[in-house]
């Protein structure tokens, strides 16, 4: 089976860093995914770790380490309009991804 | 390039009505999926088709049939729609490297 633990919310200063954890459960396991959503709109793709360590785009980083089956999403320099709901996902071998539950980001002016 | 398009934008249903939700992409994407969103439980899979001709149950499909028209389209169909029904409907394709494209969505409450 599957399946993909976060925090359900997460609070944070604006300007500051937040890093938002993940782990999973899943056979067949090939990579991780990052999506963004905002109230009302449709999931936004972040980022895909297939290898472990750390990719880096803009203000955003994600990392893998298969051994410990745990992901993170770091946001750096955060923003008011980072305030959204994120979600973690893993692709496996049976073709189809699963999300996790989302953690919803509250940003601190 | 419009990505993902779904119709409608909103529905309401009479318990017991049908309806077919519409999802067409001109990404070139073999896999589609359909997802619906409830309040604090994320996305749940309802059916995904890796493949034109190709279709899969995912974790929640009960109640539900999807039809994969052609590489473009993958439909999702309510036959009896119930109050446990209401709720945002998602359709994406993807990439080889697992990377989603969703659409707009479709808000469906059943009455």
């Known amino acids: 089976g599957q399946s993909l633990e976060q925090p359900s919310e997460v609070t944070a200063v604006e300007g500051a860093i937040v890093q938002i954890n993940c782990t999973y459960q899943t056979s067949g396991f090939y990579g991780l995914s990052w999506y963004q959503q905002h109230d009302g709109g449709a999931p936004t793709f972040l980022s895909y770790n297939a290898l472990d360590g750390l990719e880096e785009t803009g203000r955003f980083s994600s990392f893998l380490s298969r051994s410990d089956s745990y992901g993170y999403l770091l946001l750096q320099e955060l923003q008011m309009k980072d305030s959204a709901s994120y979600f973690c996902a893993d692709a496996n071998r049976d073709d189809k991804i699963i999300f996790g539950k989302g953690t919803r980001l509250h940003i601190l002016p | 390039n419009a990505g993902v398009t779904q119709t409608p934008k909103f529905q309401v249903l009479k318990t017991g009505q049908s309806m077919t939700l519409q999802c067409a992409q001109d990404?070139?994407?073999?896999?589609m999926y359909w997802y619906r969103q409830d309040p604090g439980m994320g996305l749940r899979l309802i059916y995904y088709s890796a493949s034109e001709g190709t279709t899969d149950k995912g974790e929640v499909p009960n109640g539900y049939n999807v039809s994969r028209l052609n590489k473009r389209e993958f439909s999702l169909r309510l036959e009896s729609a119930a109050p446990s029904q209401t709720s945002v409907y998602f359709c994406?394709?993807?990439?080889?490297?697992?990377?989603?494209?969703f659409g707009p969505g479709t808000r469906l409450t059943v009455t």
């Open positions: 994406a394709s993807e990439t080889f490297n697992y990377e989603q494209y």
């Open positions: 990404m070139n994407h073999n896999s």
